[in-house]
């Protein structure tokens, strides 16, 4: 059984940096793609980024571009999400994804991903 469990999330003041990571158990993931995904109160579950477990192909939303840093450790089974520069509306319950996702306008959508974690909560305080 596939099992997702993030971890890093805190409080962090803007301008800081925090590492997600997301161990993944339960199954090889060479054909899945990995995604961080991001829910604030009151608002739909949002794409942060994803990457490719076999080839480390990468992907972002334009709201993290340049910012949050995506990667993956083939050997430990980790998903990382590195975030440096953090604003307030960053703050969000952030939540890692396992799919077998077929195309790129899947990949940015929660339908894309067949398995989730609990999520781990970031907050950025001004």
């Known amino acids: 059984q596939v099992q997702l469990v993030e971890s890093g999330g805190g409080l962090v003041q803007a301008g800081g940096s925090l590492r997600l990571s997301c161990a993944a158990s339960?199954?090889?993931?060479?054909?899945?793609?990995m995604g961080w995904f991001r829910q604030a109160p009151g608002k739909e579950r949002a794409f942060v980024a994803a990457i490719t477990w076999s080839g480390g192909n990468t992907y972002y939303a334009d709201a993290v571009k340049g910012r949050f840093t995506v990667s993956r450790d083939t050997v430990k089974n980790t998903l990382y999400l590195q975030m440096n520069s953090l604003k307030p509306e960053d703050s969000a319950v952030y939540y890692c994804?396992?799919?077998?996702?077929?195309?790129?306008?899947?990949?940015?959508?929660?339908?894309?991903?067949?398995?989730w974690g609990p999520g781990t909560q970031v907050t950025v305080s001004s």
């Open positions: 994804a396992a799919g077998r996702v077929q195309t790129i306008a899947v990949l940015t959508t929660p339908i894309g991903y067949a398995y």
């Open positions: 339960g199954r090889t993931f060479s054909s899945y793609t």
